[in-house]
């Protein structure tokens, strides 16, 4: 019989969660969060950070969400479910415009990302996480991760994966 794409992802997302209680990860370092747990955080006012992009440009959470909605989603290379997010996001970049989406990279580096970035026709922001230190501040306990903040900055979804319902999100 085959198995739902739903009870993949939640068994992916189980298996992640036993990768990260192991304190390993591909890199040597442990993504497992010690702050405030992720559910505290919906309805709450979002952690503002700064981070570059990959042309170095600082980008700060706070000045971007006064002027739309924005799509936080935390991500690796070697996350295979975050690679398959990316057609998706490329297509809601086109297609909701009043929507601004950031890949949060985590623990990477520049040199990993830039080329990795255009091989795959990343078409929206790219931001560098080196430390996991948003990440930390976002309580995540793994990747992917998606967090929609409302235009305002108030959290109005917290995920594992993509918000379904994004066009109501949006409009939020």
Request: hydrophobic share 45%; glycine share 8%; proline share 6%.
């Amino acid at each position: 019989a085959l198995i739902s794409v739903s009870r993949l992802r939640s068994f992916l997302f189980v298996l992640s969660l036993c990768f990260l209680a192991g304190n390993c990860s591909p890199n040597g370092g442990c993504s497992v969060s010690k702050s405030m747990p992720s559910g505290q955080l919906l309805g709450s006012e979002a952690p503002n950070f700064v981070l570059p992009n990959l042309q170095g440009e600082k980008i700060e959470l706070a000045q971007v969400v006064k002027e739309k909605p924005v799509l936080l989603v935390f991500w690796a290379t070697w996350c295979p479910t975050c690679l398959e997010e990316i057609p998706t996001l490329n297509e809601w970049t086109k297609k909701f415009p009043q929507l601004q989406i950031l890949g949060i990279n985590v623990q990477e580096s520049l040199e990993q990302i830039k080329p990795f970035a255009s091989k795959r026709g990343m078409n929206y922001a790219v931001l560098l996480d080196r430390e996991a230190d948003v990440a930390e501040q976002y309580g995540l306990i793994g990747i992917p991760a998606a967090i929609m903040v409302a235009k305002g900055g108030r959290i109005i979804y917290y995920g594992f994966s993509l918000p379904e319902n994004i066009e109501s999100l949006i409009g939020t």
